[in-house]
């Protein structure tokens, strides 16, 4: 058996958890996430089909939608790479789901609740938690605005090793992390919907033509970030030699400057008037006199 794909690279995540052939394997893993009152039954998977000019664009979303038996609409995606605007990207991508669900002469309350999940192979936000959800609250009483909005991440490199398997998200987030790993073994022997994973990751990855697209599809994301952070190092680059160039420039006007006021230091000692000093140095008035009071005060 060839090794195992990497069930966070976006390609290989859509096949696995937006496939309308095993719904199970959502629905297990919204529930896990979300801990609705009343789990989730069914799902209806969108924008199931993967074109080859999407897997090949570096800058196309290989996201998850999907709404539940619950009403709820869903989006999930995976970054493997910090683009540091996560957090504006989900609300952006929030609002874009929440204000298509209204057509012309709908009521707004037709408006589903709605659900951005981000999964992130990267640490991002500011605690130590490997699951962050966040809702619509009164800051000083806590008292919940509305549930329609949702918005979670997910940070997989905080998971801590003795994390309890038993919680589902655990679990999904441990078959995320190495699926080849001994918890992940023994996962799939207790839980049917991480077999069903397993089972389809392994299937892929020994189909060909799935491998040659996800080898095309990493290629694709490693040169986006090796863009980003070209982008970032010459944006740093270019902020130095521009600091370097404004240090120059200030201290020739600087020097500039102080010349002109030793100039008129000069002048006023050898007793010229100062309406001439202001003429030659160009200084205002106000600033020849101050100079002359400080002559006339160290004299």
């Known amino acids: ?56 664009d570096k800058f196309s979303r290989l996201d998850v939608k999907a709404t539940t038996s619950n009403n709820e609409i869903i989006n999930i995606e995976i970054q493997l790479k910090n683009e540091y605007n996560m957090i504006k990207r989900s609300l952006y991508y929030w609002s874009k789901l929440y ?63 003795n994390s309890d398997e038993k919680d589902m998200l655990v679990a999904w987030t441990e078959f995320l992390k190495n ?26 990855s020994n189909d060909d033509e799935q491998r040659m697209i996800y080898e095309m599809r990493s290629k ?5 970030v090796s863009a980003l952070n070209k982008a970032k190092t010459e944006g740093i680059q270019q902020g130095i030699q521009q600091g370097i160039q404004q240090g120059i420039q200030q201290g020739l006007e600087q020097g500039l400057q102080q010349g002109i006021m030793e100039t008129a230091k000069n002048l006023l000692k050898l007793g010229m008037d100062i309406s001439l000093v202001k003429e030659a140095t160009k ?17």
């Open 1 to 56: 058996m060839k090794g195992l794909l990497d069930p966070k690279i976006d390609f290989v995540f859509k096949n696995i958890f937006g496939s309308s052939k095993h719904p199970k394997i959502l629905i297990s893993f919204l529930n896990a996430i979300l801990k609705p009152k009343h789990l989730i039954k069914d799902v209806e998977i969108q924008n199931t089909d993967l074109e080859k000019h999407f897997v090949e």
């Open 99 to 161: 204000e298509e669900q209204l057509g012309e002469g709908d009521n707004y309350s037709t408006l589903s609740r709605t659900i951005c999940i981000n999964i992130l192979n990267f640490k991002y936000l500011k605690n130590s938690r490997f699951h962050n959800g966040y809702l619509l609250k009164e800051k000083e009483t806590n008292e919940e605005l509305t549930d329609i909005m949702e918005i979670h991440f997910i940070e997989i490199p905080k998971l801590e090793e």
């Open 179 to 204: 699926p080849e790993s001994e918890k992940v073994r023994k996962l799939e022997m207790s839980i049917e919907e991480i077999k069903e994973a397993k089972d389809e990751l392994v299937r892929i």
């Open 220 to 224: 694709i994301l490693k040169d986006k």
């Open 283 to 299: 200084l205002s008035e106000g600033e020849i006199i101050n100079i002359k009071e400080i002559l006339e005060k160290n004299n």
